[in-house]
C-alpha cells in the first residue's frame, strides 16, 4: 500500500458515520453460561458499524464476540471483533487535524500527522491476538465485578503500522534515563474530574520489533469503534495496552507510572489471593498466558456413541509461541494436531480424534502449553478482577 492511497483510506474513513449505536431492541439472546449471575445477553445482528456481535452495553461500548466466530480460520472478521471503551469515544475524528504529540524524556517534542507517522518508518504486519484482560471474568466462581465477558473478548487480525521505535526516533529519540513509553487516545470522560485512559509500557517493551503505531486491522483502515486513526499494538501483552485513537506519546523517567489505569486499576495479586482477602500487594498485568477452546461443539451436546469424534478448536500461546495442545479430561490425555503456524501471537487451530467415543465425556479440555514452558492450570486462578483467566475450559458432551 502506498502511503498516498494510505492517507485517502484513512480520510475516508474519518470522515465516517457515528461509531455510538442508539440503543438496540435485539431480538435474539445468547446464553453465556456465566456462574452465579444473569447469564443472557443480546445477540445483535448489526450494531452500527458490526456485523452480529453480543452488546454487553452500548455506551461507552463494550461488544463481544460470539464464540462461533471461532469455529472457521484463525482470523477474527473486522465486523464480529469485540470492542471495549473504559470512556466515550467521539463520534468522528478528521484524519487531517489529527496529530499525534510525541513529548517527554525524548530529544525534541513533535507533533506529527497521520502523513509523518506513516513516513516514520518502515510499514510492518503483525498477525497478532486482542485479548481484554477481562476475557472470560464472567465464568469466575466465585462471582466478581467488572464486564460479565464470555470468552469472546478476545481476536485475531493482522495489524498494519510502522514501529512505535521509529515513531519515537521523529523526536530525535529518547533521553538515555527514559524508563517508560506512555499512551493516551482522544476518549471522552463521562464525569467531571474521571480518570483519563492511559498506560504505558517499559521501555525495553516500546523498542521491540513488532511494538506498532497501527493504522490498518485485517487490510482496512482502523474504524472508530478500533480506535481510528491509529492504536498501539503490544504482542503478546493484554489490549488494554493497546491504546486507540492515539493523540499522546509520553516517554516518563520514572520506572512507576501513577497514572490511574496503571497504579489503582489493571493489577493482579503478586501472590494467590482468596475470596475476601484485602490489601494485598499487586502487580500489573502484562502478558498473555497460554489458553485453548473447544470450537467444534458447545456445552451439553450430543455425540455418537461407538463411533470416533473428531474435536476442533484454537489455541494460542500467549507472550510465545504455542508448543502443544493436549486433550485431557473424562480419563484421556491425547495430544493434538495443530493447524497452520501464522506467527507466535496469533491463533494456532488444532483437531484430535478419539477413535471411539463409549461413555459420555464428562469435563474434557484442552490445555495449552507454550514455548517458555507455561501451562493451562486445571484449577483457576481465582482473583478479584477476574484477570488474565486461563483455567482448562471444559465441556461435558453427552454420547448417544
Ligand atoms: N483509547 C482507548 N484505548 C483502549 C481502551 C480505552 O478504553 N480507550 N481500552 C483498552 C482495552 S481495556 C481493551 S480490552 C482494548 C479493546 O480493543 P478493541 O476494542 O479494539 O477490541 O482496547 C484498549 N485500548
Ligand atoms: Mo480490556
Known amino acids: 500500500m502506498t502511503d498516498s492511497r494510505l492517507s485517502r483510506r484513512m480520510l475516508l ?30 445477540l445483535e445482528p448489526a450494531f452500527p458499524g458490526k456485523g452480529e456481535v453480543i452488546v454487553q452495553r452500548v455506551r461507552p461500548p463494550l461488544l463481544e464476540t460470539p464464540m462461533s466466530v471461532f469455529r472457521e480460520g484463525t482470523i477474527t472478521p473486522n465486523d464480529r471483533f469485540f470492542v471495549r471503551w473504559n470512556w466515550d469515544l467521539p463520534t468522528e475524528v478528521k484524519a487531517a487535524d489529527h496529530r499525534v504529540a510525541v513529548g517527554g524524556a525524548v530529544k525534541q517534542a513533535v507533533s506529527l500527522t497521520l502523513d509523518e507517522v506513516a513516513a516514520a518508518g518502515e510499514h510492518v504486519d503483525v498477525v497478532a ?13 466465585p462471582r466478581v465485578t467488572g464486564t ?49 485512559f492511559i498506560k504505558s509500557i517499559p521501555m525495553d517493551i516500546a523498542m521491540r520489533d513488532d511494538v506498532l503505531v497501527a493504522w490498518g486491522m485485517n487490510d482496512e483502515p482502523l474504524s472508530l ?33 501513577p497514572a490511574h489505569y496503571m497504579a489503582d486499576t489493571y493489577r493482579f495479586p503478586a501472590a494467590p489471593v482468596k475470596p475476601g482477602d484485602k490489601d494485598f500487594p499487586t502487580v500489573p498485568i502484562t502478558t498473555m498466558p497460554p489458553r485453548a477452546f473447544i470450537t467444534s461443539h458447545a456445552d451439553g451436546e450430543a455425540v455418537a456413541r461407538g463411533e470416533p469424534l473428531t474435536l476442533k478448536g484454537i489455541a494460542m500461546g500467549g507472550d510465545a509461541a504455542l508448543a502443544k495442545v493436549d486433550l485431557v479430561g473424562a480419563g484421556l490425555e491425547l495430544p493434538c494436531e495443530l493447524g497452520p503456524d501464522e506467527g507466535p501471537y496469533a491463533f494456532r487451530r488444532w483437531q484430535v480424534t478419539i477413535p471411539a467415543v463409549t461413555q459420555d465425556l464428562a469435563g474434557i479440555g484442552v490445555r495449552a502449553a507454550n514455548a517458555k514452558g507455561a501451562v493451562q492450570p486445571e484449577v483457576l486462578v481465582w482473583n478479584p478482577s477476574g484477570y488474565a483467566r486461563n483455567v482448562i475450559e471444559r465441556i461435558t458432551l453427552r454420547a448417544l
Not at 20 to 39: E, R, T, Y
Open 13 to 42: 474513513a474519518g470522515a465516517g458515520g457515528a461509531a455510538i449505536a442508539a440503543p438496540v431492541l435485539a431480538q435474539k439472546l445468547i446464553d453465556l453460561h456465566l456462574p452465579g449471575g444473569p447469564s443472557l445477553r443480546p
Open 129 to 141: 491476538i486482542n485479548q481484554c484482560a477481562g476475557n472470560g471474568r464472567g465464568l469466575s466462581e
Open 148 to 196: 460479565q465477558w464470555g470468552n469472546g473478548a478476545m481476536g485475531c487480525a493482522k495489524w498494519t503500522g510502522v514501529r512505535l521505535r521509529d515513531v519515537l526516533a521523529k523526536a530525535g529519540g529518547t533521553a538515555p534515563w527514559a524508563k517508560r513509553v506512555r499512551f493516551a487516545g482522544l476518549d471522552v470522560p463521562l464525569t467531571d474530574g474521571a480518570p483519563q
Open 225 to 257: 469503534l478500533h480506535g481510528f486513526p491509529l492504536r498501539i499494538v503490544v504482542p503478546g501483552w493484554f489490549s488494554t495496552y493497546w491504546v486507540k485513537m492515539l493523540s499522546t506519546i509520553e516517554v516518563l523517567s520514572d520506572e512507576e507510572d
